[in-house]
């Protein structure tokens, strides 16, 4: 049966349950914050037509799509852009024990979504205590309606997360749950003396909560998990299909290389340092549609004027490269790839953040062992 106690089960099952949040992941009825028209594996469902799946997936340890291209209406033909979710629930836990909630924390979570995870936050906390901010005043309508409807009210507010939300400041822990290519320090600001967790990273790699201590005007820590969350709003590049960002294929260069594509694109620790320098392009590996394991690894550019492709032939140990445009994408990962190589294949969890106000600097095993430094986006400042 479909219940908020079978969802209880699957997360206990799974190990993912955490003490300190069993109750309030028992007492807030999932049901309450997710809309009858959802997404799911990139499918459309409405509770009206299939309403048993509904409610199996909404109890379920899914991510559940909330909203596509910003709510607004592009026609049948339009790329479809997830832009709010209600997140899945074993990586809500996952972000609330990486942000070490404590009773009496005050809290902000940027990113309000559906509102769920506000009502976990206020069960435990108290409502007083609980902040919300999102930039979609669509989103913040309904999430408030889904808190009340739960019995909950904390402070739930419209604006651009990234600037914050002084007038409830300070904050002991801040949990955002988007995207950023940096760690705005009007969050550090607002949160002097405490934790802030944020999914993180550019366009290439982006799969890292950072997770930073803040005291004394030190802003430092690691990299953990493997999330994926939509990008910030006010800085998203755009996406769409790849033709979107093919153009001039018939001018392409060509030439070989030697690194698999298949392997990189399996070789996290790898992408991780890659995208510490390529942090506005993404790749998307494409496979063959008949059965002969061979794939297509693109690299797209955010402005969309530059492309590169690698083929990739199983037992092959050279690859064709195509690139067209201003930069030369590919060339651009090698050289990151190879510095990676010359640090000794490092794992990610060797790497570290540390955030000033005049940007971000990651390092590799100790603070002054700099390996990149991210100047601070003039909008991001408080």
């Known amino acids: 049966m479909s219940s908020p106690e079978r969802l209880l089960e699957i997360l206990t099952n799974k190990g993912a349950i955490l003490p300190e949040w069993k109750d309030a992941v028992a007492s807030v009825d999932r049901k309450l914050f997710v809309p009858d028209a959802i997404e799911v594996d990139d499918r459309p469902l409405t509770r009206g037509e299939r309403p048993e799946r509904w409610l199996t997936v909404v109890y379920g340890d899914l991510p559940l799509v909330t909203q596509v291209n910003d709510g607004k209406d592009l026609g049948d033909d339009a790329y479809r852009l997830p832009t709010s979710s209600s997140s899945m629930p074993s990586l809500m836990l996952e972000m609330l024990q990486l942000l070490d909630v404590r009773e009496g924390h005050r809290t902000m979570d940027a990113g309000a979504g559906t509102g769920y995870n506000l009502a976990w936050l206020a069960h435990r906390l108290g409502s007083d205590n609980v902040f919300g901010i999102d930039v979609d005043p669509l989103i913040v309508d309904q999430a408030v309606k889904n808190l009340e409807s739960a019995g909950y009210s904390p402070h739930v507010v419209c604006g651009d997360a990234e600037k914050g939300y002084p007038a409830g400041a300070p904050y002991d822990r801040w949990l955002a749950t988007f995207t950023v290519p940096q760690i705005p320090y009007a969050w550090v600001a ?67 290389t030697d690194l698999s594509p298949r392997d990189l694109e399996a070789e996290y620790e790898a992408k991780f340092f890659i995208g510490l320098g390529l942090r506005d392009a993404w790749s998307l590996l494409a496979e063959a549609d008949d059965g002969s394991d061979e794939a297509t690894l693109w690299v797209l550019a955010d402005d969309r004027k530059s492309w590169a492709s690698v083929d990739y032939v199983p037992g092959h140990d050279t690859f064709t490269v195509e690139q067209y445009g201003p930069r030369q994408l590919w060339d651009e990962v090698e050289v990151g790839y190879r510095k990676w190589e010359a640090l000794g294949r490092p794992e990610r969890d060797r790497a570290g953040l540390t955030v000033t106000r005049e940007g971000q600097h990651v390092w590799l095993d100790r603070e002054d062992n700099v390996i990149v430094t991210i100047p601070a986006a003039v909008r991001a400042q408080p």
């Open 190 to 256: 607002q949160t002097p003396a405490g934790r802030i967790v944020a999914p993180w990273g550019g366009s290439y790699h982006s799969y890292s909560f950072a997770v930073l201590d803040t005291q004394d005007g030190v802003v430092q820590g690691k990299f953990s998990g493997y999330p994926a969350f939509m990008r910030s709003r006010t800085d998203r590049p755009p996406r769409g299909y790849l033709s979107d960002f093919l153009h001039h294929e018939d001018e392409a260069s060509r030439s070989k």
